[in-house]
């Protein structure tokens, strides 16, 4: 049983940075590949980006590349999610999820656990 928290959403101008980090429990947090997904209002949660249990493989989606960067400390049992140069589009509520397998799989349904979200609204 793995259980996750997000902390650092909040509000931003444009333009601007925010770090969301996600807190795992759990001894074996790096046997699990952790992704993080978003939920804009009135439309349905997607794929942002993924690691993979060592950290040495990622995955984004092309409308965050270049300007996100998914990190994590197994250290630490977190991951992290730097946004930066934020458009008004990236407003949603942030969920981390983690799941086994590859990375390569951007939908939903290898992630067994979930966080309950961060909100992130950017301003224009």
């Known amino acids: 049983q793995v259980q996750l928290v997000e902390s650092g959403g909040g509000l931003v101008q444009a333009g601007g940075s925010l770090r969301v980090s996600c807190a795992a429990s759990?001894?074996?947090?790096?046997?699990?590949?952790m992704g993080w997904f978003r939920q804009a209002p009135g439309k349905e949660r997607e794929f942002v980006a993924a690691?993979?249990?060592?950290?040495?493989?990622?995955k984004y989606v092309d409308s965050v590349k270049g300007r996100f960067t998914i990190s994590r400390d197994n250290a630490k049992n977190t991951v992290y999610l730097q946004m930066n140069n934020l458009k008004p589009d990236d407003t949603a509520v942030y969920y981390c999820?983690?799941?086994?397998?590859?990375?390569?799989?951007?939908?939903?349904?290898?992630?067994?656990?979930w966080g309950q979200g961060t909100q992130v609204t950017v301003s224009s």
């Open positions: 759990g001894r074996t947090f790096s046997y699990y590949k």
């Open positions: 999820a983690a799941g086994l397998g590859t990375v390569a799989a951007t939908t939903e349904r290898p992630y067994d656990y």
């Open positions: 690691i993979s249990g060592s950290g040495g493989t990622t």
